[in-house]
């Protein structure tokens, strides 16, 4: 069985080695990560730019330090590493939660969803702490769910985002299936300092769970719960699509784009 590793806080991060270091006496390995860290990069690829990538080895394992972002990675090992094509894709073991809003900025879910993209089964894992250096917890929550794939797989079309409470295995409450938290950021720009005379700020803040009704990923990791939280690429609001026609029908002036069979205007 084959696992591809990435991540987006470098690829001598920490979690990703200790992942890593766990796994590779039961699967085949490669690590494609960025050279630096690249959080909260979100799907942002390298358009127009040359990527340096550098190979090594360590362990036995290859490894591809992109210069370039986490989606950036996985596009490249996934095109480029001949012989290798991942049954599974595990981002992580990143260094900070990823609940809530936080999926839509994360580098760490989005190298995941573009493994989902290219149709390849893909898991982040996340330890809900950036100072925390004990990873123990999530490489064996990550080791579970590993097994538990090659087992049965995952539901089609969806990645699995585990988030894992930064407390002693003793202190974990169990696993839960949990939902993607309505939250928020809330934020504030912090004035440092001035420099060659400009204004230099410091964006800080924290999460804010809009809406608590004990199933979410958020809620879960507070109650020392690892979360696992199914997440997928449609972000169609299908509940809305009725509604909609009914308020576009109703917008005045929309009806002179109706009925146009002809084709493109002929000068």
Request: charged share 25%; net charge negative.
């Amino acid at each position: 069985m084959k696992i591809l590793l990435t991540n987006d806080d470098g690829i001598h991060a920490p979690g990703l080695r200790a992942l890593r270091d766990a796994l590779k006496d039961s699967y085949e390995l490669a690590v494609a990560a960025p050279q630096d860290e690249k959080s909260a990069t979100s799907h942002s690829i390298s358009l127009g730019k040359h990527l340096k990538v550098r190979e090594f080895f360590e362990n036995g394992i290859p490894h591809f330090a992109v210069h370039g972002t986490p989606v950036d990675c996985v596009k490249f090992a996934l095109s480029e590493i001949e012989g290798f094509q991942p049954d599974l894709v595990i981002s992580g073991i990143n260094h900070g939660a990823n609940t809530g809003v936080s999926v839509y900025y994360s580098g760490t879910v989005s190298a995941a969803r573009e493994a989902l993209i290219n149709r390849v089964p893909a898991m982040a894992v996340s330890l809900c702490s950036r100072d925390a250096r004990d990873f123990s917890v999530a490489v064996k929550a990550a080791q579970l769910l590993i097994k538990g794939f090659f087992a049965d797989g995952f539901p089609p079309d969806v990645l699995i985002s585990i988030n894992v409470p930064p407390v002693p295995a003793a202190q974990i409450a169990g696993i839960k299936i949990a939902k993607q938290a309505a939250s928020r950021f809330i934020e504030e720009f912090i004035y440092e300092t001035e420099k060659s005379g400009e204004k230099l700020y410091r964006l800080a803040g924290e999460i804010e769970v809009d809406e608590t009704d004990g199933t979410s990923d958020e809620e879960a990791v507070a109650g020392h719960y690892i979360s696992v939280t199914p997440l997928r690429i449609d972000l169609t609001a299908y509940e809305a699509l009725k509604p909609l026609e009914i308020w576009l029908s109703q917008v005045p002036g929309t009806e002179k784009f109706e009925n146009r069979k002809e084709g493109p205007h002929q000068s």
